[in-house]
Structures are given as C-alpha cells and as structure tokens.
C-alpha cells in the first residue's frame, strides 16, 4: 500500500553563494525518504551532514535544486518544490507543521493568541481556539500568568514550550520536528515525548531531529541517515 | 466729445443696443444659460463683460437679465429684500434707460426679478425667472482652493468633503453653523451655492414654479435651476436641516413667518425686528 | 485555490528618460494575501504602486482589478470616474507620511467619517459610533475624536490614517512604507496593529518597503526589485532564508543584527 504521506524523490540542494564569488555548497543529493502516516522518522548523521537543510526543504523554507518533495494534501498529492506560494501556504494552514528550534516572536502578541492563531487560521472560533490553546499551554506547565504576556521576555524553556503548544495544537497530518526538546527539562521532556506520541497514534506522520537519544528511542520508529556530501564538509570547514 | 445721449424712440437710449449688451454678448449667455439649465445646478463658463460697475455689484446678475429680458417684461430688484437700497435703485434704473422696460416693486407684477440675498416671501409661480447676483459659485472653495480639483469633484460627484464641514459643525458647535448660502444638491446630481441667501429661504428654491438664474460677473460662471426641480440642503438624517429666523415678529407688519431683519434703534440696546422683504410687508400692512 | 486574483499585472514598462523604471514587470495578488514589494530607493518599488493603483500610466503592459461583483477592472482604461469610486470603496490607500493621507485640519473623527460620507452615509450619530469604534481598533481613545490630528504625534497620526482607510472595509490596500519615518518602538506597535487587521478583515494588502523586518512581519508573499525588474518572488520566509538571487543574497546578508 502506498501508505506515504511525506517523501522525497532524489532531492537536491546546493547552495550558491553570489557573495563568495558564486561559491557553490552542495548539502543534499538524491536524499529518497518516505515516511507513513503514524510512523515517526528520526534524522540521523553527523553534524554538517545537513539534517536542518532536509527539514528546511521538507518545510519548503528552503527551496530543493531538483527531485520532488511529495505531500499528501487534501487527499492529492502535492509536489511542494513545485507548488506556487499560495500553494504552500495552504498546505502549511492544513497539513504541514513545523516546530524549529526558535520561536520567530511577533511583538506584542500574547503567547495564548500565538498557540491560537493557526487554529483560528483553519477556521476554528477564536474563543474555542484559546480554550484549546490555554489547555495545552497548561499541559507543558505554563503557569496561566504567562498565558496572557508576548513570550519575548521568556526564558529559552518556556519559549520552546510556547513552540511546541502552536506546533502540536492544529493536529497536523505531517508534523516536522528541529529538537524538540533541546532546552527543555524533565518533566516537560516527558510532556513533548507524550506528544509526539500522541500525534502518531492519530495518524500524524512525523519527522524529527533529536540529539536527545533518550527522546529519539521512545518516539522514533527507525532512523533515516543523512550522508554527508565529502565537498560539504570541505566547504563547510 | 459727443453730445450727451439722446432718448430714442421707445424710451431708450439713442445710440445704446436695447438692455446695453450687443447682441453676440447675449446670445453668447443665453447658450451658456441654455446649457445652464440643461444641466441643473452645473456651472457653466461664460465671456463674462465688463459693466458700468464694480464686480460686487451685481455684474453677474445684470448680464443675465440683460440677456434674457424683453420690452415687454416687467423688472423688480432687491438687495437684502429692499427694492429701496442704493444697489437695487440704481440697477432698475439702469434698465429703465437702457431698456425701457416697465419696472415694479411688486413680487407678483414682475416677470424678471433679480435679487441680491434674498427670494421673495410671495410664492413666485410660472412664467418668472429670478436672477440672483452670484460672488463666489463655488460652494467648495472654502474646502478644496484647487479649482481643477473642484471640477473634477463636481465631475465626479464626490462630495463627501461637503460632509465633512457639516459634521465638522455639529461636532464642534452642536449644528451646522451655515446661517446663508446654505450648501444644496440640485437635481440629486451637482452640489449647488444658493448665493448669500439666508438657509431660511433655502426651501423656496425647491420646486419653484419660477426660473432660477444664477449670474457671476467676476468669476466668469453662470448656472441655473430649471421650474420644478429639486433642491435640496444637505443635511444629516439625525440633524435635519433647520432653515432659521430670528424668533420674533415684525414690528411693522407683525409677520410672524417671514425672514427678519434686526436694526439697532438706539445706543442703549434697543433694537427691532422688521420683515427683510420690504413689499412683502407692505402689501400685508396695506391689507389689513 | 478556485478562487481568482484581485489583481493581475502583466508586461509592465514604464521609463523615465534613460531609466527604466519598470522593465517588464508581472505580478498577481489574491484575496486575502499580504504581497511586499521589498528593494532599495530606485528600484522601481514605489514606481510599481503607483501603476498598480492607476496614479501613473504603464508605457506598456496591463493591470486588471477584479471587483467585488467579480467584474474585471481594466485599471488603466477604465477612468478617473471608475478609479476613484474604487479609491474610496474597494481601495484603501495607506501614505508613508501621514499628512498625505489625513485632513490635519479636520477632527480625527471627521477624518474617520469621510470615506463613510462619501459613500454615503448621512446618519451623524451612526458615523460617530463607526467612528468611535475605529479609533478603538487602532488603540487611540476615542474621547480625542473631536481633536485635530495635527496635534498628535506621528505614529498616533499613522495609525488615524490606518482607521480612515480601512472603515468602509476596502478589499485591497496598497501602502507605502507605511512605518517609514516612525521610531522602532512605534514602529513595532503599528506593524502589529496592521497585521492583525489585515488578518481579522482577510484583506488583500500590497506593501512597498525598503525593511526586510517589515517585510518579514507581514507579507505572505515577497518580490524582490531590483533596476525595475523583479529579481525573485515567492513566499516570504523562502526568499529570506534562502535567496537565491545575488542581490537578494546582498540585502539578506546586509541586514544589521540587534
């Protein structure tokens, strides 16, 4: 059964650096993953080898040089290197969610209205939005006091975990992970795997990079090498 | 130098075209006015040219009467409603001489009245044409100095600027605070000034039965509101407009409706208050 | 998807002198959708807005705005007449300098109520309550409706011009560097103000701008000018994160970090 909901076909990605005198940095080539519905995939590699590049494409925030990044969306599937901006958008609003290991603030708004937006983006009612925002918050351990302030000020845990409640709330079919984890404690760490877990079991495919090995073995159902380019490296260096 | 004019036969002046203006001249402004009230409340340019008078005094309104009378009308003029004041003694005899037509002070005698500030109490019917003197046509100058821009605005009939100064009025003051040439539609189309007239007689230029004629000698337009046509003054649905009049009656005749005129009588703060239209209120004196 | 653009641009030239200020210029904008135009002084940004809006006329090229009726507006042959009816109801026009966009000598609320009179509007007590609320919405207090905008300051006035423009709830709004000569601080507030308006109302907004953190904040969508001609397109965080033109890659990089 062709069971996919994500996958790539001989993707490729260099970046050309005009600024260098049109330096050419290959990361990716010929990169074939797919991932099922339900099932989660952990990058694996070296540092340098281009894990954050993959995810970047995968989000369609880096643009691929050739191959295809396929999407099931709306029940068709769509080519994302090819798809118009509209198009991505789109998938983003309904099918496609990230979160990265930053949180990008946007001045002044409340870290409650920020997990609600892309609830209330696919429609749902502001109020029932922030109810179901306030109840995730809640569940990473954000004291309600916070539920109302701009997470500027936050420390780097409770921005994560800001990211985490907007990344988790809409229930993306795909779901793209960049260390989820990485600045969390504990008890929080426990709260993320529940998760990720949970977004399996309904039906989500998802795909993480993890440096928390501990994290990676209870979520990931195998692993999925990135070879380094030689020339990267190199260049990289 | 010539030998002072001699009186032709008809009463007019020997030597002068009958009501002063050549002929061309008036053919010239009866197309202006053709199209004038063609188009209701439009300003239309004309050739205007230069009279035996100062602009301010009517120069306007002149070349509109002078165009559009013949021997056989019957002339009145008033200034501020008085057919007694220096400006609307000296028109009418101008017309006397320079037409020989028959002049009058009765509203209901005359065939072409023209006014400076005011209509006629007397219901004006058909077959009369009022002419006012016009200073300044331009009911948007006040509020947009670029003429090309108010013609383009007329063009487009974009007067939500007009709006504004009302609403401007009544947020500051409470009311419009436009006691005379009231701003109006014509038509439903063209914002129109209704000249100095007081905002009291605003009402009467609603489907009148007369012709309206308007005349500016110095600013070169003539428009015109054809017998029956709307005229209506802008106003808010909750702040209706409310055509005012000092709250009293004429020491004179004891009108209680008409437009009054307040004259101070002594230094001590004495005043009173008498009907602004002169005939008016001696026609209602004389019936009594 | 089905849906089609508000506005469509095709084979847009325009040139001053020896300078093209635009060189074949294409550009399509959908309901709902923030687009920047993001380049330097002399890019042809500015130029492009003004074509766009119909204030200048293309040397070649066509621009087609799609009404509320669905009716397809030929922009360029379609006016004055035509132009300025949209200018005051399906357009919204938001200026870099206040003073082009507001009456500074008309009240703050007068200057709210006017594009409601011009379409019609002649309840006094009604256009005071929309007037009152739209003040509200752009956080100035509406106990300042009867004061002058000149005497506010200038992010106070960019924000009267904000609620002018958009209470009778244009379809398109094009702006101009609209946070152009205001401190950062309030510059932050405006550009979170319109970026939840432009949400809450599902607007079309076109957006010229030299700062690719206003860009970054707003737009959905970027293009990129450079010497009249469009560089790179595409969906804002792509363009900024990996530009793939060389002057794209030269502004991105040219950025000052705080």
């Known amino acids: 059964m062709s069971g996919w909901a994500l996958r790539t076909e001989g993707l490729v990605k260099t970046f050309t650096l005009h600024l260098q005198g049109g330096a050419r940095l290959p990361v990716l080539y010929g990169v074939d993953l797919s991932v099922a519905s339900g099932e989660c995939v952990a990058l694996a590699g070296p540092s340098g080898a281009g894990k954050s590049t993959l995810m970047r494409c995968l989000y369609g925030n880096y643009g691929a040089e050739g191959g295809r990044i396929l999407i099931r969306h709306r029940g068709e599937t769509v080519d994302l290197t090819a798809a118009d901006a509209r198009l991505v958008r789109e998938v983003r609003r309904e099918t496609l969610g990230h979160v990265s290991q930053f949180l990008r603030v946007i001045p002044r708004v409340p870290s409650l209205d920020i997990v609600a937006e892309p609830l209330v983006a696919r429609g749902m009612a502001p109020d029932a939005a922030r109810a179901e925002a306030r109840a995730l918050l809640s569940r990473l351990n954000m004291p309600p006091a916070l539920h109302a302030l701009p997470p500027a000020t936050f420390s780097g845990g409770e921005q994560q975990r800001v990211n985490l409640a907007r990344g988790f709330a809409p229930g993306y079919p795909v779901l793209l992970l960049d260390e989820p984890t990485a600045s969390l404690d504990a008890a929080n760490r426990d709260v993320a795997v529940a998760l990720i877990r949970e977004a399996k079991a309904a039906g989500a495919a998802v795909v993480g990079i993890f440096h928390d090995t501990d994290v990676r073995d209870r979520v990931a159902d195998r692993l999925f090498t990135v070879e380094p380019r030689p020339e990267a490296s190199r260049s990289a260096a | 130098m010539s030998a002072a004019p001699e009186v032709a036969s008809g009463g007019t002046l020997a030597g002068y075209n009958f009501a002063y203006l050549d002929e061309d001249t008036?053919?010239?402004?009866?197309?202006?006015?053709?199209?004038?009230?063609?188009?209701?409340?439009?300003?239309?340019?004309?050739?205007?040219?230069?009279?035996?008078?100062?602009y301010g005094w009517g120069t306007g309104g002149i070349q509109v009467t002078a165009s559009v009378i013949g021997p056989d009308d019957t002339l009145k003029v008033i200034d501020q409603g008085a057919d007694d004041t220096t400006n609307a003694v000296s028109i009418r005899r101008f017309f006397a001489r320079v037409a020989g037509v028959a002049t009058t002070e009765r509203t209901a005698d005359a065939t072409v009245i023209q006014t400076r500030h005011r209509i006629p109490e007397t219901p004006l019917r058909e077959g009369q044409i009022l002419v006012y003197q016009v200073p300044m046509p331009e009911p948007l100058f006040r509020l947009e100095p670029r003429v090309a821009e108010t013609r383009r605005l007329h063009a487009l009939g974009d007067?939500?600027?007009?709006?504004?100064?009302?609403?401007?009025?009544?947020?500051?003051?409470?009311?419009?605070?436009?006691?005379?040439?009231?701003?109006v539609m014509v038509n439903g189309r063209y914002l129109m000034s209704p000249s100095p007239i007081p905002a009291f007689d605003n009402p009467k230029m609603d489907r009148m039965p007369a012709l309206q004629l308007f005349g500016a000698g110095r600013e070169k337009r003539i428009y015109a509101v054809p017998p029956y046509t709307s005229v209506r003054s802008l106003d808010f649905e909750d702040h209706p407009f409310r055509p005012g009049r000092a709250d009293a009656s004429?020491?004179?005749?004891?009108?209680?409706?008409?437009?009054?005129?307040?004259?101070?009588?002594?230094d001590r703060g004495g005043r009173r208050f008498l009907c602004s239209d002169t005939d008016y209120c001696a026609e209602r004196r004389a019936d009594r | 998807m089905s849906d089609a653009p508000i506005l469509e641009a095709s084979g847009l030239h325009l040139r001053f002198g020896s300078v093209a200020a635009l060189d074949e210029v294409a550009l399509r904008v959908w309901p709902g959708e923030v687009v920047a135009i993001l380049g330097e002084s002399g890019s042809g940004k500015t130029s492009l807005l003004r074509v766009?809006?119909?204030?200048?006329?293309?040397?070649?090229?066509?621009?087609?705005y799609r009404d509320a009726a669905g009716v397809l507006v030929p922009v360029h042959v379609a006016g004055e007449a035509a132009l300025r009816r949209l200018a005051r109801t399906e357009w919204g026009f938001v200026h870099q300098n206040p003073r082009d966009g507001l009456r500074l000598g008309v009240s703050a609320g007068g200057n709210v109520g006017e594009r409601l009179m011009a379409v019609g509007a002649r309840h006094y007590g009604g256009i005071r309550a929309a007037a009152a609320e739209w003040l509200r919405r752009v956080e100035i207090d509406p106990a300042r409706m009867d004061d002058l905008p000149r005497d506010f300051s200038g992010g106070m006035q960019q924000r009267l011009q904000i609620a002018r423009t958009l209470v009778t709830r244009p379809r398109l709004v094009f702006m101009d560097e609209p946070t152009g000569g205001l401190d950062v601080s309030v510059q932050a507030r405006l550009l979170d103000l319109i970026r939840a308006l432009v949400a809450d109302l599902g607007l079309a907004v076109l957006l010229v701008t030299h700062d690719i953190a206003v860009a970054r904040l707003l737009a959905h969508r970027l293009v990129v000018m450079r010497r009249g001609r469009v560089v790179e397109h595409g969906l804002t965080d792509r363009v900024l994160d990996d530009p793939q033109h060389e002057y794209t890659q030269l502004l991105v990089s040219s950025v000052l970090a705080a």
């Open chain 2, 26 to 54: 008036k053919r010239m402004i009866r197309r202006a006015l053709l199209k004038a009230v063609a188009v209701p409340g439009h300003q239309v340019p004309f050739g205007s040219r230069e009279m035996p008078l100062p």
């Open chain 2, 159 to 183: 007067y939500g600027l007009m709006h504004v100064k009302l609403y401007e009025d009544i947020a500051r003051r409470g009311e419009v605070e436009i006691s005379y040439n009231y701003p």
């Open chain 2, 250 to 266: 004429c020491a004179l005749c004891g009108s209680r409706e008409t437009y009054l005129d307040e004259v101070v009588t002594d």
């Open chain 3, 52 to 64: 766009l809006s119909g204030t200048v006329a293309p040397d070649a090229g066509e621009v087609f």
